[in-house]
Structure formats: C-alpha cells, structure tokens
C-alpha cells in the first residue's frame, strides 16, 4: 500500500513507475481525496475547539447565575455540524484507502522492462535438461498407468480441477513436504509454524488478496462470521506480525509452513487442465522473511538460494528469471520465477517465485520496527515457494522416468520416501 502523501510528492515519477507495470495512476483524484479528508480534519479540528470553548463559557454562566441559552443553542449546533463533517471525512477516507489499497507496488529500478512473460530475462539455468531414447511421456499417463493419480474419482468428489494421489504417489507427497521443511528448518534457519487454514478480511488485505483479487478466493461464512480459505501460506505468515512493532535487532525473522492452498483460478480456464499443474486445491511448503527495508535485495538472493536448493537436491534441472516490470504480481517490487523443466512439454514452467514486496505489504499490515536509538520504521516483507509439492511431484515424474515404465526417486529423497524407485506398476520398490 501507498501513502498518498508520497504519491503526490513523487508526482509525473510515481506514475512513471506505475505506468512500467501496465497501471495508468490518477493523481487528480488521489489529490483531491487527499485535500477534502484534510479540510475536513482541519474543519471538524476547529468545530471542536469552538464547543470546548463555549462548554467552558456555559459552565462559567452556571456558576456565575447567568443566562446560558445562547450558548446552549450554539453547542446543540457545533455538535451537529461536527457529526455532519465527521460523516464526510468517514466516506472520503474510506474512498481514499479503497484507491490506495487498489493501487500496485512500485517496479524496482532494475526490474526488466516489459509488459509481459516474455520479456522475463533469464539469469541462470541449473543442470541438463534429460535426453531420453523414446518419446517422454508427461505425468499424468506416468501417474495413471502407475495407479498413483485418480482424477475421476476427484472429479466425482469435488468436480474439475482436484486430484486424487494414492499408495506411492501419496507418499510422495508427504515425503516431499518433510524433506522441504527438514531442509529450511535445519539447514536454512527457517521456524516452522502451524498456521489457520482460514483468515480473516483484514489478514488477507494486509497481504494484498484483498480487496483486488476477491473473484480468485473461496469464502466462507458461518452465521455473520466471513471467512476466506487462503491462497498461500504466506497471507498467515507474513500476516503473524500485523499491528506489531519489531526490534530491529532481532531481525530478519524466517518462517516456514506447509499448508494446503485454495485458489478458484479465476482466469485461467483453459490453461493447463491437464494434470496437476493448475489445481484449485493444492498443498505447498511456503517461505516468508520479516527485515529492515535496506536488506531486502539481499534477503531475496538468500530465500531464492533456499529455493533452488531444493531443486538441486532434487537433481531436478531448472533455470531462474527475472519478472519484466509487467509480469510482477500485485504486491511485488522485484521477483524472480523458478522455472522446472517438464520433458513432456520441452520447455520450463514455473515452480516457485520469491518475491521482495518491500514495505509495501508491511504498510497495509502495520508491520513497524524500532531500533535501539528509538528511530522507528515500516519492515519489508518476502515470500517465495519452497516449493509446491504437485509441480515438484509433477516435474520428478517426468525428468525421472524410464524406459520401463518406473520411476527413480533421487538419493536425497530416499530416506523420506523409505524407497528409491516406483515401480510401472505403483509399487514402491527399495
């Protein structure tokens, strides 16, 4: 979120930046807002004043035996005039937050230019994409001939777009998602927490879901109380520390979670139907650091480190890029995507972004810190996948395939797993 006060000071700047992001910045109307809500504070500030000061002139003429009708009258007036502003100011800031909580991070400097995906610049590639001697096939014929996927059975429950995982399938899952946080708690310094499947308004605001992607979110509500199912662990995460002020010294923070994550795709029907890609339902070890503005950059290289070494130890091949200024979700400044090679499609798709939001969702959440010298400050805000359990699953069937039909778990995996291989037939084999 944004302060209007900065957008106004920045000026043709502010909506320069924007305007890289595809987002055309009205500063007439964000004026405007800004100058009736501060009228009426300062009119509202003055009506006040006047009736403290003619209370005091009315309680002067009680004690003094004099005639208080005048003022009486007058206070009855003041009182009304001030409602009347008050109910003003309360509509032109409830207008001006809804403009401001509508209105997209700013693009880092050195985001690349661009209005979409393919302007995403690409850093580095990790490993050999695998050559196979036959035609791979994708996961989801490995998955069904194995017996491991059951998408009609899914489809019977809950209808398009879920999935069934059975027997070795489901332990793989499971073994992904320890592995996952094994690696971040115990090698990378991340807490584990558990966290509610289900949020409130305000948390999902603080993050950015709310209230631009409202269509994209399952609600929920019993009797009057809403409640929406979160898209990503990182709405609860970053979300632990709202309406709180941090010592500076304490910082960075770095959780860790594994939840299941809800999302209605609105959007993109007809994108990939097939699979386990795009599901509405899917579950997800997410990352989220807490530090001061001024480490953030640094704070991302480190999380997309965490990221690809999941990846590596996966011995899985990848590559990372940079977001163009255009492809930059709501509340990012600077993103870089982690894209998985998937034999069956010959190219990379996405498995995991880390994302610097700098103080942007830290404003929205009220998310302060204050060093020792008493100097206090907005943190900044990181999350990143580390990584989805279906596309990891999806991508470790198809890079790791044979020619007989099994699959290779790799040498990491296997003491989660409690098997190197899956057999053609579904069976985990040692």
């Not at 044979?402 to 990491?412: E, F, K, L």
Request: glycine share 8%; hydrophobic share 35%.
């Amino acid at each position: 979120m944004h302060d209007a006060r900065t957008l106004l000071d920045l000026g043709d700047e502010a909506v320069r930046r924007l305007a890289r992001r595809g987002y055309a910045l009205d500063l007439t109307t964000v004026e405007d807002l800004l100058t009736r809500r501060n009228s009426s504070i300062r009119s509202a500030d003055d009506l006040r004043a006047e009736s403290r000061r003619i209370a005091h002139e009315v309680g002067r003429a009680a004690r003094d035996g004099g005639d208080a009708v005048e003022l009486k009258s007058r206070a009855r007036e003041l009182k009304d005039r001030v409602r009347v502003i008050e109910e003003d100011l309360e509509k032109v800031e409830r207008e001006l937050g809804d403009l401001l909580l509508d209105i997209p991070n700013f693009p880092a400097d050195d985001a690349p230019e661009g209005g979409g995906e393919e302007f995403n610049v690409e850093i580095r590639k990790h490993g050999n994409p695998p050559a196979f001697s036959y035609e791979p096939r994708d996961h989801v014929d490995i998955g069904e001939a194995m017996g491991i996927f059951d998408f009609g059975r899914a489809a019977k429950l809950s209808g398009s777009r879920f999935s069934i995982m059975r027997g070795a399938g489901a332990a793989l899952e499971r073994a992904l998602a320890t592995f996952f946080l094994a690696m971040h708690t115990g090698r990378h310094g991340y807490v584990e927490v558990s966290v509610p499947y289900l949020v409130n308004r305000q948390t999902m605001t603080g993050t950015g879901q709310l209230p631009k992607f409202e269509e994209d979110l399952f609600r929920t509500s019993v009797a009057d109380r809403e409640l929406f199912l979160i898209p990503t662990a990182e709405v609860p995460l970053t979300n632990l520390h709202a309406d709180e002020i941090l010592p500076t010294e304490e910082l960075p923070y770095a959780y860790t979670a594994w939840t299941p994550c809800f999302r209605s795709e609105a959007g993109s029907y007809g994108r990939d139907t097939r699979g386990i890609l795009r599901l509405h339902q899917f579950s997800k070890v997410e990352l989220v650091r807490i530090c001061r503005p001024e480490d953030s950059r640094a704070e991302l290289e480190t999380m997309l480190g965490h990221a690809e070494a999941c990846l590596e130890e996966l011995d899985l091949a990848y590559r990372v890029v940079s977001l163009a200024a255009g492809d930059l979700g709501f509340s990012a400044m600077f993103t870089y995507d982690i894209e998985v090679w998937l034999p069956s499609q010959g190219t990379y798709r996405e498995i995991s972004s880390c994302s610097d939001t700098g103080t942007f969702q830290a404003r929205r959440a009220a998310i302060r810190t204050k060093a020792k010298d008493g100097r206090r400050g907005l943190a900044a805000t990181l999350n990143g996948s580390g990584l989805p359990i279906g596309r990891t699953v999806a991508a470790l069937l198809e890079q790791h395939q044979q020619q007989d039909g099994s699959v290779r778990i790799p040498d990491a995996l296997v003491p989660f797993t409690g098997f190197s291989r899956i057999g053609a037939d579904g069976t985990p084999r040692s």
